[in-house]
């Protein structure tokens, strides 16, 4: 995670406002890249996400920062994005009802189209298959799964470009992860991971992604700078 | 393309309401699936082809009909989503400016999402590699490459199911399309292909998609039931 001097080019950084894609921002910052941060509204619950991704955008200077709409709510299926279903506030074993169907899949899609707009051959997505084994779409095998179908599927690919999906996080502890971030300058205060944060970004404290993020802040020594309700 | 007479399962086909995916819906049908079809407006020009989906959907006896957005054009990088980019009027060679980035790798995205909520396992999308040659996500190794990843994106597809992408008419000249489509049913005035047709969706006759559809009427010897403007 050794910052390069120059640029190496353009990425474009899939960025939630969470604590893990904060840091995969950090990450490709520190890598050199000029970054194009994309963050994709698809009917979750913590609007206040979006909000924590502008900030984090802004303080880690991503060249720019976009919002793309897509309804998935519309198809329901999961505890984020249907208001129907209960979110757990125990650990869950399996894989938990805050699955979003295919959701990497079409975050992906999304960056990758943006890429080939930008003439960008780099996609940086903090998935992390350790704290969030439970999710399918968050193994290395997906990630490159996806990188020889974005060969396939684009006109960039057609005429000899590569490109890469990079997931700097995905065989971190969430400690790792905030000492990592925490050395390339990121300020967990700005970021929301909490799925049913209130308007002001303030976590619940009790979901699993606030279990998770609190966890990771006792494993790593640093005191949590989240805002609780 | 023989009918059966029993459901094979439920299928998400994805609907524009042009020739192609109307012709592909009616396969559906024909091969006995359950069909939910799938309209995605990614900010194309075409508004009319919305209302088209719609009534081709319903004279098709789709089970259901969902409409998704998903801004695309906010990305730009094509004549179909980006008004400042003028559309031709003549065959063009190569990869066509009407070519939006990742446009079906998007599109299978949103279907995988419905079909994993729905438990289905086909998806049916009505790419051709033949009159679109120019497009590379109209390809079989695309389509392929499509089905491995939905494998390994999905909770579905970690507990062993297999998603299957159905592409019917990828080795069929938009004539051998019409004339399939005509057997199973499909009434083409319905459907609308112009990629600037008006808000009565009555085509330009001029753009690149109704040059295709139109040669495919005369090399069918069938009548062009197109509304021109």
Chains 1, 2 share one sequence.
Request: proline residues 4%.
């Amino acid at each position: 995670m050794s910052p390069a001097a120059d640029s190496v080019g353009r990425a474009v950084v899939l960025l939630s406002g969470g604590l893990d894609s904060s840091t995969a921002l950090a990450w490709a910052r520190a890598q050199g890249f000029d970054c194009y941060a994309l963050t994709v509204a698809y009917g979750q619950r913590h609007q206040s996400e979006l909000a924590a991704a502008a900030r984090v955008a802004h303080a880690l200077s991503a060249h720019e920062h976009r919002v793309m709409q897509v309804d998935l709510a519309g198809i329901g299926g999961s505890a984020l994005t249907d208001w129907s279903l209960p979110l757990p506030d125990q650990p869950s074993s399996g894989i938990p009802v805050s699955y979003v169907p295919a959701r990497n899949t079409l975050l992906l899609a999304l960056a990758l189209a943006w890429a080939e707009v930008l003439e960008a051959r780099n996609l940086v997505v903090g998935v992390n298959a350790i704290d969030y084994s439970g999710y399918p779409d968050c193994r290395p095998e997906f990630i490159r799964s996806f990188e020889q179908l974005a060969r396939l599927a684009t006109k960039a690919g057609v005429e000899g470009a590569c490109f890469r999906v990079h997931a700097p996080l995905i065989s971190m502890s969430k400690a790792q992860i905030i000492r990592n971030g925490i050395g390339l300058g990121v300020d967990y205060a700005m970021t929301v991971s909490c799925y049913q944060a209130d308007a002001a970004g303030q976590a619940c404290g009790q979901c699993d992604s606030c279990r998770l993020r609190r966890q990771g802040f006792e494993a790593a020594g640093i005191t949590d700078p989240t805002r609780y309700q």
